[in-house]
Structure formats: structure tokens, C-alpha cells
């Protein structure tokens, strides 16, 4: 195991360990649509900004950084932290930076560095001048840490990742002192010169800070803070062989920076004391970053481990990052979530003291919102049952008008075309229908939207005796939907014209994994085992009416009575491809209950 890799994991099973609070405080809370709680709570980082300004802290300046590690693509929960840096910031009329922890380059990549730029200007924000990296402050980490070393605070030690682990102690034990923590100033700075000179392998030589092997914070037990990794570095090439942990570089780039409120993770609650010592060692005036935690986003049927949204990409279990089933921020983009149902989830939620699980409908109900106001209505059958309206002038076509979108005043109307032959969606035809079918019947009538009744007259099935097509008439004195005679027609349905309507690929998406917590599995399983099959249908022969003929990607339309979608990146001239991005309603739960 690599010092780094030791590292990362001896942080992951210390913060399970030392988190503060009484267990009712751990427990999980659940909120779904309609049980939105706005509380004290939820504006607690406000509150302590607030407090800083009226005594004057840092000049009554707000400055705050989005810090993401470029080692792949952001996710839902990223959002919200982008959201609330940002917004903080413009609350307080202050400045973001955009700061990359590019610390370690075994994991890091150019293409990450410019996912993440562009899912932040998506989201509708703007960084303070351009974007900062970790890496740009090497050479003064560097003259830092040989700082601390001489103030007799920092020592190399020659342990292996192992040893390390070995003598860090346990919660009720203290840890065991390194044979090298003695070793003098001279000897110290002689080892990390070279150390950096590449006369060492990965491995060999750590420095740590010397603090206490016996504190109760077992992350202040000689942290960590340089380890030897030969490997280049997306920006400084084979400039470096020694590379800054993240608790070392961290307070130390917010400090360079001028950020006053360093806001983080609540899994990063332990690492304040290690945070604020660091500052410690190095801080020249009463300037100081304070660093406030708040709790991470968890949804339900969602995976937010990055390491484990990797595997799904490496493993083909998806087409990539941006797969619209998965919740990175390019996925739910490609899906056709909007930028301002983001930032209305996030500021839905609110931020707490405690961790939460969110229900994912929460966040559906938030694009529903959006795209109920924003989105133009259009007609689409994606399971297509040919309708013949014997009654009809073979070589007429009638243009209606249709509304664009009733909650848009301003959108205007559009006009479609009824012809001879129609599509309807097969769902809409039942031959043996129960009691309360009201939709279409040998013998019964519906209102085709905006267009005329229409009654089934005779059903042709093909050789193996499968429903073929429907023989229809149409009343022509019910043009628009009207019943001049007074009848009443229960059904309306939709439908486009076969001859006008274009050819589609419609991919319906849905959750990913079959349970709230992907985690919960049995012996021998992983979450893989919890993936939903039928988390993607492909309809590869759908009909959308030709008003949407010069659609763009990432082009939101409601398909009447169907659900939102929006144009795929994939789609090319004279082949339109469409993600569904939500139902018009929740059907999750009756899907549930059904299977049980």
C-alpha cells in the first residue's frame, strides 16, 4: 500500500470514528416532495458569516473556493457545494475561487480539469479571475514545510506505509512514537532536499508533522505531509517527485488565496484542528480562513462515491460519465435537467449540521417545476398503432393550432397537420377494454387532441393474428375538439399524422439502481448486484410531430401526456435522438408496490 493510499484511507475510517454528536444527530433525515422544512438550522454557515462581519474578521470580507480534486467528474453533490460557495459569495457581495487540488497526478487529468469548468459555468456561475490550482503554490508548500521543519515541527521519516499504520495507535490506545521523529533540524532538511531531488523511491520517505502520537484526534497523530510519487503532473510535468497531502496543502492554498470561510464536507469536521494548525505553523498576521462544515448531499437510488462512478465507467456498465443515468452533473445535463432546477434543489434542501438522505423525487419534482414553465408542448407516439380515417379525403391535410405552453403567455401557438393515416400510442387502444378505459375501442370515440372525435370501426390484425392497424372515422363538425351536438367524449388522446410526423430514436431512462440505498446488500454481493436492468429502453422507431425538425441538442419539449425530453448529444441531421428526462408524474412507487 502507497503512503497515499494509506492516507486516504486512514482519514476515511477516523472521521467514522471521531464525527461529533449524539447518535439521534446521526441519525439520517428523509425529505420528499411536500416536506420542504425550512429552519434555523438550515442557515446556520450564514449565521457564523455574519458573526465574523460584525466583529470585523478579515477586512468584513466573504471570500470563498469551490476546491474539487480533477480525478473525475462532478456529481449532484458537487453541485450543491458549487451552489453554495458561489451563492454565499454573492450574498455577501464577495469572490469564489475555483481552485483545483491537483496534488496527486496519479489520478488527475486534463479532461477532468475541463469537465469541471464547464459544469460550473453551466450552472450559471463565475469564478474570481481565472482558475487557481494547487499546483501553482508548489514551490511555496515547499518552502513552508522546510519553514516547519526548521521551527523543529516536521521530520522524515523512513517507516513504510505500514509501520506507519501499525504504530498510529487505536481510539483507546495511543500511537507509538516514530524511531526517526528525533532526528535533528540539519538531518531533516538534508533528507527532504532530496527528497525532492528524486534520490529516493515512491515509498521510501515521508514527512510528517510532529504534533502528539497520543492526542485523542488520531489525524493529529503526526500527520502526513509530503509523500514521493514518481509520476508527471498534468501541469508541471516531471518537475516534481514529492507531492503535498491534501491537510497539508489545503489551509495553505486558502491562506494564499485570502479565503475567509473555507466551507467543506461534514466528513472534514475532524480535520479542523489538523487545518488550523497548519495555519498555525505559517500564518504572519491576524488574517486566518475559518473552516465551517456542513452536511453532504446523499439520494436516495443514487451512488455518490466518485471511486465507485468510476468502476460503472471503467466496467461498461455505463456509456460514460455523462450517461444520463448517472448523477454527475454532465449526465443529469445530457438528460435534459436544467441549470436552474439545480440551483433550486440545492436551495430547496438548505444546507444542515447533520447528514441528510434526500429523496430523489425531490429533485425530479424540481425539473418538473422548471420545465412545466419553460418547455414547449409537442406531440410524440413512441409504441406507434397505425389509425386509417376511411372517412377522409385521401389527399387532405388540415393544419391546427396548437399551444405552445399554457403556463407561457408569451410562447405562442404552433400549427400541426391531421391527415389521412395517424399514429397513436398503442397503450391508448384496447380491444377488450375493462370499465373505466377511456380511451380507444372497438366502437367508441375519443377526442384526438386539438383535432377532431374520432370512432374505431374495425381492427385489422396481421397473419399471427397481432393488431395491425385501426379503421376509423372522423366527425368533421367536431374540428378542434368540439361537440356541436352536445355528446360527450371522455378520452382525448394524442397523435401525429403519418405522413408529417418524424422519425425518432426515444431512449427512456430511469433510476439506475432498484434500491434507496445501493449499498444494502447481501453477503457476497456489491452494489453492482443492486443495478436496475430497465434503468435504459431504447424505442428506436418513435414519431415526433415536424415542428421539432430543427431541435438542437439539450432541446427540453413536453411530450403531451408522455413526460419531459430533451435532444441527445448524439443526435445528427435527419436523426433525432431523445432522453426522457422525467415522467409527468412519479410512477416509481406504483412500479414498487406493483412488484411486491
Not at 532538511?189 to 529516493?200: A, H, N, P
Not at 497520543?214 to 500527520?223: E, H, S
Not at 460514460?320 to 448523477?327: A, L, N, V
Not at 439506475?512 to 443495478?531: M, R
Amino acid at each position: 500500500m502507497s503512503d497515499f493510499t494509506f492516507s486516504r484511507n486512514f482519514v476515511r475510517l477516523n472521521t467514522k470514528q471521531f464525527q461529533m454528536g449524539s447518535p439521534e444527530e446521526k441519525k439520517e433525515s428523509i425529505a420528499s416532495e411536500g416536506d420542504i422544512k425550512t429552519t434555523k438550522a438550515a442557515n446556520f454557515i450564514n449565521n457564523l458569516i455574519e458573526e465574523d462581519l460584525a466583529a470585523g474578521k478579515n477586512g468584513k470580507r466573504v471570500h470563498t473556493r469551490f476546491p474539487p480534486e480533477p480525478n473525475g467528474y462532478l456529481h449532484i453533490g458537487h453541485a450543491k457545494s458549487i451552489c453554495l460557495n458561489f451563492g454565499l459569495a454573492q450574498q455577501y457581495n464577495g469572490l469564489t475561487n475555483l481552485r483545483f487540488d491537483d496534488t496527486n497526478p496519479t489520478k488527475e487529468d486534463v479532461e477532468y480539469v475541463d469537465s469541471i469548468k464547464e459544469d460550473v459555468q453551466w450552472l450559471g456561475f463565475k469564478w474570481n479571475d481565472q482558475e487557481l490550482y494547487a499546483s501553482d503554490y508548489f514551490e511555496q508548500l515547499f518552502e513552508w514545510a522546510v519553514k516547519i521543519i526548521q521551527s523543529g515541527n516536521a521530520y522524515v521519516d523512513d517507516q513504510t506505509a505500514e509501520e506507519i499504520s501499525r504504530n498510529r495507535g487505536t481510539v483507546t490506545k495511543p500511537g507509538i512514537e516514530s524511531p526517526y521523529r528525533n532526528r535533528s533540524v540539519e538531518e531533516n532538511l538534508d533528507l527532504f532536499y532530496r527528497m525532492r531531488k528524486g534520490e529516493f523511491p515512491d515509498g521510501a520517505k515521508v514527512l510528517r508533522a510532529k504534533i502528539d502520537m497520543a492526542d485523542n484526534n488520531m489525524l493529529m497523530r503526526d500527520p502526513l505531509m509530503y509523500r514521493i510519487i514518481h509520476a508527471d503532473h498534468h501541469r508541471t510535468g516531471d518537475k516534481w517527485c514529492i507531492y503535498p497531502m491534501y491537510d497539508y496543502a489545503h489551509g495553505q492554498c486558502d491562506y494564499l488565496e485570502g479565503i475567509t470561510h473555507s466551507i467543506c464536507t461534514l466528513e472534514f469536521e475532524i480535520h479542523r484542528p489538523l487545518y488550523n494548525w497548519f495555519l498555525d505553523q505559517i500564518a504572519t498576521s491576524d488574517y486566518r480562513p475559518r473552516q465551517i462544515e456542513f452536511s453532504r448531499l446523499n439520494l436516495t437510488y443514487t451512488m455518490m462515491s466518485k471511486r465507485k462512478l468510476l468502476k460503472l465507467v471503467e466496467d461498461k456498465y455505463v456509456s460514460g460519465w455523462d450517461d444520463p443515468r448517472m448523477p454527475t452533473i454532465s449526465g443529469i445535463r445530457r438528460r435534459g435537467y436544467t441549470p436552474e432546477s439545480i440551483r433550486n434543489f440545492a436551495e430547496m434542501i438548505g444546507v444542515a449540521k447533520r447528514d441528510q438522505l434526500i429523496d430523489v423525487s425531490q429533485l425530479e419534482y424540481c425539473v418538473r417545476e422548471d420545465l412545466n414553465k419553460r418547455a414547449n408542448r409537442v406531440m410524440a407516439v413512441l409504441n406507434p398503432l397505425k389509425v386509417v380515417i376511411t372517412n377522409y379525403p385521401d389527399d387532405q391535410v388540415d393544419e391546427l393550432d396548437a399551444i405552445n405552453n399554457p403556463e407561457d403567455p408569451n410562447a405562442g401557438s404552433r400549427k400541426i397537420q391531421f391527415s389521412k393515416v395517424l399514429y397513436i400510442e398503442r397503450e391508448d387502444f384496447m380491444e377488450n377494454p375493462p370499465k373505466k378505459f377511456f380511451r380507444l375501442f372497438p366502437g367508441g370515440e375519443v377526442r384526438m387532441r386539438y383535432a377532431y372525435f374520432v370512432r374505431c370501426n374495425e381492427v385489422i390484425k396481421d397473419e399471427e393474428g397481432n393488431i395491425a392497424e385501426l379503421h376509423c372515422t372522423y366527425d368533421p363538425a367536431s374540428r378542434g375538439g368540439n361537440s356541436p351536438d352536445g355528446r360527450k367524449v371522455k378520452g382525448t388522446i394524442h397523435w401525429v399524422s403519418a405522413q408529417h410526423a418524424i422519425e425518432a430514436e426515444v431512449r427512456l431512462f430511469d433510476r439506475l439502481f432498484v434500491k434507496e440505498n445501493p449499498e444494502d446488500v447481501a453477503e457476497g454481493q456489491s452494489f453492482i448486484d443492486n443495478l436496475n436492468p430497465d434503468s435504459l429502453i431504447v424505442l428506436p422507431k418513435a414519431y415526433v410531430e415536424p415542428s421539432v425538425a430543427d431541435a438542437k441538442p439539450l432541446d427540453s419539449f413536453q411530450f403531451e401526456r408522455l413526460g419531459y425530453f430533451c435532444v441527445d448529444t448524439d443526435s445528427a441531421k435527419g436523426k433525432l435522438v431523445f432522453n426522457r428526462t422525467t415522467t409527468l408524474k412519479d410512477s416509481w412507487s406504483k412500479i414498487e408496490k406493483a412488484g411486491q
